[in-house]
């Protein structure tokens, strides 16, 4: 089954290392079914974009603006984005939420704004491990699925991937239980086709400690589109083997 494989690099890599990360993936993913997005900072758009071009691997952002101009020192917009290449953009991340206090309602309009620009999103969502333990998973993502997709029209959907990623799980080396994740990807189908119809479409992927061991069992459920992969994607060799897998 075709699968969408996105690596997330965050702030662990240097522009110059795109020359060798982007021939290498290119190289070994080549033929591959998958649709490979590689999530890095806005620094590398330009070397990657030289080393991926007639590759099929797309180039996604991990931040973007909620204004589309304007007096806003420092920050990067969609459009920038789009005409550096860039086809996709990570909004809502945990670390975003945390370290930087984004709301709901502020990754709403980062949402919008991507869209309105022509860029896809990988949306995140999850809950942390309080909320986990006291039993109020479910009802957390639930909420935030509620407050970031207000206002987001059916068909904008197409463009919009949901990445469960449970906070526990990031960066932790433990990752949800096959029926954990069975369970939350089915309870945001449920939300999705109630905030819409029961024939609305949506792409869901897990994201949370995927490495190289776990990544075939993981992946290869049925009710996942694919996976977002943070530390194990920072080796090209480990990560072209998950992006190039037949699911
Ligand atoms: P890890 O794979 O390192 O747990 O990170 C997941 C993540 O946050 C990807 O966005």
């Given at each position: 089954m075709k699968k969408i494989i996105i690596s997330n690099l965050k702030?662990?890599?240097?522009?110059?290392?795109?020359k060798s990360y982007s021939m290498q993936l290119a190289t070994k993913t080549a033929g591959s079914k998958n649709r490979i997005i590689v999530c890095m900072p806005f620094t590398h758009f330009h070397t990657a974009k030289q080393f991926l071009d007639g590759s099929k691997i797309e180039i996604g952002a991990q931040n973007v603006s909620d204004?589309?101009?304007?007096?806003?020192?420092g920050e990067i917009s969609a459009s920038m984005l789009k005409d550096s290449g860039v086809s996709y953009v990570i909004v809502g991340h945990s670390e975003r939420r945390s370290k930087?206090?984004?709301?709901d309602r502020l990754i709403n309009k980062k949402l919008k704004m991507a869209l309105s620009q022509g860029l896809k999103v990988i949306l995140c969502v999850g809950e942390d491990r309080v909320t986990r333990e006291n039993k109020g998973a479910c009802q957390f993502v639930k909420k935030q699925l509620d407050d970031v997709l207000?206002?987001?029209?059916?068909?904008?959907?197409?463009s919009v991937i949901i990445a469960y990623e449970p906070i526990w799980a990031i960066g932790t080396g433990k990752t949800a239980t096959l029926k954990d994740i069975e369970k939350m990807v089915g309870l945001i189908r449920k939300e999705i086709a109630y905030l819409y119809n029961d024939k609305t479409q949506i792409s869901v992927v897990y994201g949370g400690s995927i490495d190289i061991k776990n990544y075939k069992k993981i992946i290869s459920l049925?009710?996942?589109?694919g996976a977002l992969v943070g530390g194990?994607?920072?080796d090209v060799d480990n990560f072209s083997v998950i992006a190039r897998e037949n699911y």
């Open positions: 702030m662990n890599t240097v522009p110059s290392d795109m204004e589309e101009a304007g007096k806003n020192t930087f206090k984004e709301t207000k206002g987001i029209y059916e068909n904008e959907l197409e049925p009710c996942l589109d194990a994607s920072l």
